[in-house]
């Protein structure tokens, strides 16, 4: 579960990109999260990673409230929270299997169970047979699945992914969007922004609009509402 109360974020520069939001969203839910370009939508979905803290407001992830939560927390959190960009952002690097590897919670893990996990993502993905490529060596939609298995390796209660289609022609969006349904079917929270008007319009799940840092419409099976 995810709870904002009242939560402002104004940058340095002044700018309020969060202004008052108040949202709350159950296990096992499906959101996606609209608006213009620079409405607020990132922030809202970096502080619930606590890559950026609220001005203000309570902010209560998982039960954990993070404005309680120490630095030395906060790699917890991010294990319990899956995150999937735009850009990918998986290391150069490393393999698709290191990648994915790398993002695992090792402590309680021996080596076997870690391929075993590891290996099991990558076939719920669909990339078995790319263990040992390198991201370059992929199509965006394979690295952008590459992502998505390192987001769900240590099971977390939520993925959240900020524009995980931006970069994508519409037949690989869908690809990625069945996998996030199926993860969401699985129990997982996903919360989603996007400018994809045909894959909000399509999907049917609940749609909050941010404009100007505020909640402006939160609706059930909700439409993308925008022109472009
Ligand atoms: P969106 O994801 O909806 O495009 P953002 O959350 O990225 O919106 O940005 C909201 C507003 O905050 C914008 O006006 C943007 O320019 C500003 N902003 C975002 N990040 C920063 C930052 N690190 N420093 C200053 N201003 C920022
Ligand atoms: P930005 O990077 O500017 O925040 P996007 O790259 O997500 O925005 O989207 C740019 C435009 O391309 C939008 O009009 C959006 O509707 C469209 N678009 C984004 N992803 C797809 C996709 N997979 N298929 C078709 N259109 C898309």
């Avoid at 608006?35 to 502080?47: D, E, L, Q, R, V």
């Avoid at 203000?56 to 992830?61: A, F, L, M, N, Y």
Wanted: charged share 25%; net charge neutral.
């Amino acid at each position: 579960m995810i709870e904002m109360q009242d939560v402002t974020k104004k940058y340095p520069n002044g700018i309020m990109a969060a202004n008052g939001l108040n949202i709350l969203i159950n296990q096992g839910e499906f959101v996606f999260v609209v608006g213009p370009s620079g409405a607020g939508k990132t922030t809202f979905i970096k502080m619930i990673y606590r890559e950026e803290k609220p001005t203000t407001g309570k902010i209560i992830v998982n039960g954990v409230n993070l404005s309680s939560l120490k630095n030395r927390e906060i790699p917890h959190l991010r294990r319990n929270v899956g995150v999937v960009f735009q850009d990918f952002k998986l290391l150069p690097t490393l393999t698709v299997f290191e990648n994915v590897a790398f993002a695992l919670e090792v402590i309680e893990h021996h080596p076997k169970d870690i391929k075993k996990r590891v290996m099991e993502v990558l076939a719920l993905v669909g990339l078995k047979h790319k263990v040992r490529m390198l991201p370059s060596e992929l199509s965006g939609g394979e690295q952008q699945r590459v992502s998505i298995a390192r987001s769900i390796v240590n099971k977390p209660k939520v993925v959240i992914a900020d524009e995980p289609t931006g970069n994508l022609d519409p037949e690989t969006s869908w690809e990625i969007m069945s996998l996030l349904d199926e993860i969401n079917t699985q129990g997982t929270t996903v919360i989603m922004a996007t400018h994809n008007r045909e894959i909000v319009n399509t999907m049917k799940h609940r749609v909050i609009a941010i404009e100007n840092g505020r909640v402006v419409r939160d609706e059930q099976q909700g439409e993308y509402g925008y022109e472009s």
